[in-house]
């Protein structure tokens, strides 16, 4: 739907409250899979009714650039919820829409736009953003690549209100989440969803209450992250291998990760997974291994040299192609090894 286009569907939950009170008609923004679970939840909670979800509006997608919903908005569609897809959320037909609803609250997740402080100051309950890191620690467009990029062991959903300034809101509440050393983006933001269910369901309602006092986020510790872009893919050998192994477990599904060298040519060798070993004699920054030829003959496994150890391929693919063993892709590109 595209920005000014209003919203169609029935709304989802209680008229009223288990009191009597009138139930708290509330908007959600989200647009990507991490939202979709706390959609739900917010569906799910008595008292709160959801008059409409924003999300952002259908991509094209696939080499046939076939237009496609957001996953907040296949959900809203199968769940036939008022929905609106502005192109720019702070358009002024946007806004006037919005304002329409005079939605007693907003919950916000993976949205992908700032919000204005006109849509900021509207709903009298408060507009709270859902974040999926330990604020003030990685804020920004990509918490949870960033969280695994960083050798982060633990990190945390944050519920904050919502401010003009970037994920800078005070903090209402937080849950704590574990990082596992091979977990990849999409398992970790995953995880992360489900705690954001849980910690929405808990403090929503003592927010509501007034129990729930928001506290300035601190100072110190703040860190920014920025949107992704096709080229952060690129291994770099001149780095260490722990931090590629760390990157090709942060990029996926995308931007990927990928070898390109001076043996490797144009093509890109995507890399899906990987582990680090130490660094032996003869290893080159760069280079492929292992060294002996034919690669058939050896029993080592396939690495790419880097700054400080080795980046022992395990799945890999050829652009365009199918994934595969680092072994058989090798065993079919000899002149890789050095």
Do not use: C
Request: charged letters at 20%; aromatic letters at 4%.
């Amino acid at each position: 739907m595209s920005d000014g286009e209003g919203a169609q569907g029935a709304t989802a939950g209680p008229a009223s409250s288990p009191q009597g009170q009138p139930a708290v008609r509330t908007v959600f923004f989200g647009s990507g899979s991490f939202a979709v679970p706390i959609l739900d939840a917010l569906l799910a909670m008595p008292g709160v009714r959801v008059e409409a979800v924003v999300s952002a509006p259908d991509r094209p997608v696939g080499r046939k650039a076939i237009p496609t919903p957001t996953p907040v908005a296949a959900r809203a569609g199968e769940l036939d919820l008022p929905l609106l897809q502005p192109a720019r959320v702070r358009g002024a037909d946007s806004v006037a829409a919005l304002q329409a609803m005079a939605p007693d609250l907003a919950i916000l997740a993976d949205y992908g736009q700032l919000i204005p402080r006109v849509l900021i100051d509207l709903p009298p309950r408060g507009f709270l953003n859902l974040h999926p890191s330990a604020l003030p620690r990685h804020r920004g467009a990509a918490p949870i690549p960033a969280t695994i990029l960083a050798g982060d062991t633990d990190s945390a959903v944050t519920l904050i209100v919502v401010t003009e300034g970037m994920d800078a809101g005070p903090i209402v509440a937080v849950e704590r989440l574990e990082v596992r050393p091979d977990d990849t983006a999409p398992v970790l933001e995953e995880r992360a969803a489900a705690t954001a269910a849980r910690l929405l369901t808990r403090a929503l309602p003592e927010w509501l209450a007034g129990r729930l006092p928001a506290r300035p986020q601190p100072d110190e510790g703040v860190t920014l992250t920025r949107p992704l872009r096709r080229e952060d893919g690129l291994l770099d050998p001149n780095r260490s291998a722990v931090e590629l192994e760390r990157q090709i477990r942060a990029y996926q599904p995308w931007p990927g990760s990928f070898i390109q060298n001076e043996k490797t040519g144009e093509e890109r060798l995507i890399v899906w997974k990987a582990h680090v070993a130490p660094s032996q004699p003869g290893d080159r920054v760069g280079g492929f291994g292992p060294p002996s030829i034919p690669f058939a003959a050896s029993s080592e496994a396939p690495f790419l040299g880097t700054a400080d150890g080795r980046l022992v391929l395990e799945r890999v693919q050829r652009a365009g192609g199918r994934e595969m063993g680092a072994e058989e892709y090798l065993r079919g590109h000899p002149d890789l090894i050095r």
